[in-house]
Nanobody, 126 residues
């Protein structure tokens, strides 16, 4: 799996960005997908995930939205109402154990994912 995250950049507080995660070698609809972020000096943290449903960290709930476009083999993270504390490198990840079941549990820990893409930097200025 060759995940590629893109779409990061510099944005003012209150602005929006959309991150993309694509893969040229695998069909991402077969994987549970997640977004994580890591700010300087901090540990990597869960942001959002999607299996048959979307789920979010409390810190981004209501502001971020994760979605799939299976035709484009891409997973998106729409980020609205950005805050300076959202500044981080954002990573997408794929869980190869995904069964496609409605009862497949949310994956909020990065060790539960099997594949990672290189990150994309998001900087939110105040």
């Amino acid at each position: 799996v060759q995940l590629q995250a893109s779409g990061g950049g510099l944005v003012q507080a209150g602005g929006s960005l959309r991150l993309s995660c694509a893969d040229s070698g695998r069909t991402l609809s077969n994987y549970a997908m997640g977004w994580f972020r890591q700010a300087p000096g901090k540990e990597r943290e869960f942001v959002a995930g999607i299996n048959r449903r979307a789920y979010y960290a409390d810190s981004v709930k209501g502001r971020f939205a994760i979605s799939r476009d299976n035709a484009k083999n891409t997973v998106y993270l729409q980020m609205n109402s950005l805050k300076p504390e959202d500044t981080a490198v954002y990573f997408c990840a794929a869980d190869a154990k995904y069964t496609g079941s409605l009862t497949y549990p949310p994956r909020r820990v990065w060790e539960e994912y099997d594949y990672w893409g290189q990150g994309t930097l998001v900087t939110v200025s105040s």
